[in-house]
């Protein structure tokens, strides 16, 4: 199993980069975490549109899903340039209509709802869901396959279920939206000492900070996030990879 970050910044992309977006790959399926502002630009230097086996969003906020559209319209030319492709499946939750029914354009992507109460595959992938602390419904990701764990936090300030939720896995991709000083829980975001405490009390092998601040020395979230857990930890990067 292979991540690699496509993009990693909070709320909009700083210059020239991209918001949220996560590329895994395993036995030849590769799959899109989050398709956030500048995320289509970036995954072209990796795979292109049409490649791409799935599609899964934890939210609707445009920094997670604003290049929906734009990947849509991808594979719309690609197919007019005479390119024969699946229809891709963009998988969502259901629990905003509105933004759930632009999934699905003409014959180029079908939006497919998740059930955030069951384990379901996609491709090699089992999939697990929890519900986060977020203003709008959200949900974090346990993905297993071939006995290694990656979870995905997607947005979310902390709450006590993901220590069970996250319990052992082999990377754990935290948001940290927030320095240690800062309480970004009416946000619905964690910051670093939250995100290195979270870390250490579920035992995973590793943290690799992401969602995160425009401002300020974003290597102080290390820091402050490595004097709560012992393991590794690292900043989300462009096209920083990870294979398990």
């Known amino acids: 199993m292979k ?14 980069g ?4 996560y590329l895994l790959e395993h036995e030849g399926f590769q799959l899109l975490i989050d398709c956030g502002s500048g995320v289509l630009s970036k995954l072209q230097n990796i795979i292109q549109p049409e490649e791409l086996d799935a599609v899964i969003i934890s939210h609707y906020h445009p920094d997670h899903i604003a290049d929906i559209g734009v990947l849509q319209h991808a594979r719309l030319i690609q197919g ?3 390119k024969d492709f699946h229809t891709l499946p963009l998988y969502g939750h259901e629990f905003d209509q509105h933004e759930f029914t632009k999934l699905t354009y003409k014959n180029i992507t079908k939006g497919i ?9 996609i491709g090699p992938f089992q999939v697990s869901f929890l519900k986060t602390n977020h203003p709008v419904p959200c949900y974090a990701m346990r993905i297993e396959a071939d006995g290694k ?3 995905y936090t997607a947005d979310s300030s902390f709450k006590e279920e993901f220590i069970e939720f996250s319990q052992g896995a082999d990377v754990l991709l935290c948001e940290c939206n927030f320095y240690g000083h800062q309480n970004g829980q ?14 250490q009390k579920a035992a995973v092998q590793q943290l690799i900070l992401t969602h995160l601040p425009q401002y300020g020395n974003v290597a102080d979230l290390i820091t402050e996030a490595s004097d709560q857990y012992t393991g590794i930890i690292k900043l989300a990067d462009e096209f920083l990879s990870i294979s398990l």
């Open 80 to 82: 007019f340039l005479g």
């Open 149 to 151: 764990t990656i979870v």
């Open 113 to 121: 709802a998740y059930d955030p109460h069951s384990t379901f595959g």
């Open 18 to 21: 991209a918001s949220s977006g």
């Open 3 to 16: 991540l690699t970050v496509i993009g990693f910044w909070g709320g909009y992309p700083k210059q020239n």
């Open 186 to 199: 009416s946000a619905g975001h964690m910051n670093s000492v939250e995100a290195g405490q979270f870390a």
